[in-house]
Nanobody, 117 residues
Framework: QVQLEESGGDLVQPGGSLRLSCTAS????????MGWYRQAPGKQRELVAA??????DYADSVKGRFTVSRDYAKKMVYLQMNSLKPEDTAVYYC????????????WGQGTQVTVSS
C-alpha cells in the first residue's frame, strides 16, 4: 500500500510560480513511476508530468514551464510550476504506480491551484 499527500496549492497571479510537493509512504521505489495529474472543472483528469528512474515526461501544454523532480531518499515528488496561466487552474493530484506491470495506481487527495488576477 502507498499513501500520498500533496501540499503547496494556492491562489497565484498569472505569470507567477508555485511548487507542489507530494510525500509518499509505504512501498515505493525509484523505479516506480510517480507524477502529477490535474483536473479542471468540467474537464477530464489529464497527465501533467511523470518521472521514473530519472526520465521525465510532460504534457505539451506545460513543457518549458513546469518541472517534475523527485527526492528518492525522502520519497517525495515535486512539481515546480512557472509562468502560470489561468488555464492551469485545476486540482492537482499526485500519483504513483507500483507492481510488476505498474498495475497498482495510487492517488493523493489533491491540492487546488488557482491562477487568477
Amino acid at each position: 500500500q502507498v499513501q500520498l499527500e500533496e501540499s503547496g496549492g494556492d491562489l497565484v497571479q498569472p505569470g507567477g510560480s508555485l511548487r507542489l510537493s507530494c510525500t509518499a509512504s509505504g512501498s515505493i521505489f525509484s523505479f516506480n513511476p510517480m507524477g502529477w495529474y490535474r483536473q479542471a472543472p468540467g474537464k477530464q483528469r489529464e497527465l501533467v508530468a511523470a518521472i521514473s528512474s530519472g526520465s521525465t515526461d510532460y504534457a505539451d501544454s506545460v513543457k518549458g514551464r513546469f518541472t517534475v523532480s523527485r527526492d528518492y531518499a525522502k520519497k517525495m515528488v515535486y512539481l515546480q510550476m512557472n509562468s502560470l496561466k489561468p488555464e492551469d487552474t485545476a486540482v492537482y493530484y499526485c500519483y504513483a504506480k507500483t507492481g510488476l506491470r505498474n498495475q497498482n495506481h495510487y492517488w493523493g487527495q489533491g491540492t487546488q491551484v488557482t491562477v487568477s488576477s
